[in-house]
């Protein structure tokens, strides 16, 4: 009989009161579980967001910096067309280059017209390139516009998410700091467009809030500098 009631004993469930700090164990795992994924997430998504944002910008340019550095090739000036490369109300830059490509055309398939001048459709296209941040909807969009690619001109994003593009200008080549998001204290004052032969180009890549302030995971909005040096390399063809 005693053998009976020992077995019974051993073979009893959990208490009321052991399931309770049982489930109450539970839950905090899966709580700190739920909390690490939520922010695991959230991180991954602000990496892949700043990967995509970051390598659009940097092709972006790239492009920019191979152009600007050819402008003014066959013409009688640096190719930087001052009136059109200016500074908006928001504080972006617009800069506008032109250069004859076709001058001197080795295959022959350029006309007369676009070898002597720039403004052949069809034939002269990427002599008259105007870069550009285009404020959409709820993204900047930086576009380069080709005055003679097609008929009318056309224009193609290169990146979005750019907070700003700042374009100075200097006679020569330049050292500086950076601040926020543009640069700082330059080794030389800046001058006119028409008058420059070396270009910085500043582009801040802006990256938004993933969640809300306060929660799991949350991440704050944040932006990235990328500078890019140019030298104009015709800029100082017609002195010599």
């Known amino acids: 009989m005693k ?20 489930m109450a164990i539970t839950i905090g795992i899966t709580a700190i579980v739920g909390t690490v994924l939520a922010q695991t997430f959230k991180m991954r998504t602000r990496s892949f967001d700043k990967t995509d944002a970051l390598a659009d910008a940097q092709r972006a340019i790239n492009i920019m910096s191979r152009e600007i550095a050819s402008a003014g090739l066959n013409i009688s000036d640096n190719g930087i067309v001052a009136a059109d490369s200016v500074t908006d109300a928001n504080g972006n830059s617009t ?12 295959s022959g398939t350029a006309s007369t017209a676009a070898q002597n001048d720039i403004g052949v459709v069809g034939e002269d296209a990427g002599e008259d390139v105007k870069y550009f941040i285009h404020p959409a909807a709820n993204t900047n969009l ?5 005055a003679y690619n097609i008929a009318g001109g056309s224009s193609t994003v290169l990146a979005n998410r750019l907070d700003s593009l700042h374009i100075h200008y200097f006679a020569s080549k330049v050292t500086y700091s ?17 008058n420059a032969g ?14 809300t302030a306060g929660t799991d995971g949350y991440q704050p909005a944040t932006s990235v500098l990328l500078v890019s040096d140019v030298a104009l390399r015709n800029s100082n063809l017609t002195n010599y």
């Open 3 to 22: 053998n009976r009631q020992k077995l019974r004993s051993r073979q009893a469930g959990f208490s009321l009161f052991e399931l309770v700090i049982a």
């Open 178 to 194: 950076t601040s926020a998001c543009d640069i700082a204290s330059p080794s030389a004052s800046e001058v006119t467009p028409d």
């Open 142 to 146: 930086l576009a380069r516009y080709d």
């Open 198 to 211: 070396y270009i910085v180009l500043a582009v801040c890549v802006g990256l938004p809030a993933v969640g």
């Open 95 to 106: 800069i506008r280059i032109r250069s004859n490509l076709n001058k001197y055309n080795p």
